[in-house]
Nanobody, 120 residues
């Protein structure tokens, strides 16, 4: 089992910044993918950004140039730096990871979610 502990989030004004952190703990062999999704009221959950094992990153078009995802492999932690925030970034942000266990099986885990609210 893998636990994801999220921190950060909160309230920001448009144009401001926030930083989210997500730390993975538990028993696993390796992390294949780790990143953030978000879900706004009445909308489907969508990918914000993720980083795969080789270090390459993917970003939603709506956040490119504003958000930066980084990781600390030693801490099994990813950080989402969110700059130039817009009201449309308001959502619950969920950390997600896909890990491989010692038998070679892959599993996906979700954090509990953290609210990000951006006022205009």
């Amino acid at each position: 089992q893998v636990q994801l502990v999220e921190s950060g989030g909160g309230l920001a004004q448009a144009g401001g910044s926030l930083r989210l952190s997500c730390a993975a703990s538990g028993i696993f062999f390796s992390i294949n993918v780790m990143g953030w999704y978000r879900q706004a009221p009445g909308k489907q959950r969508e990918l914000v950004a993720d980083i795969i094992s080789d270090g390459s990153t993917n970003y939603a078009d709506s956040v490119k140039g504003r958000f930066t995802l980084s990781r600390d492999n030693a801490k099994n932690t990813v950080y989402l730096q969110m700059n130039s925030l817009k009201p449309e970034d308001t959502a619950v942000y969920y950390c997600n990871t896909i890990v491989r266990d010692y038998r070679g099986s892959r599993s996906s885990f979700w954090g509990q979610g953290t609210q990000v609210s951006v006022s205009s």
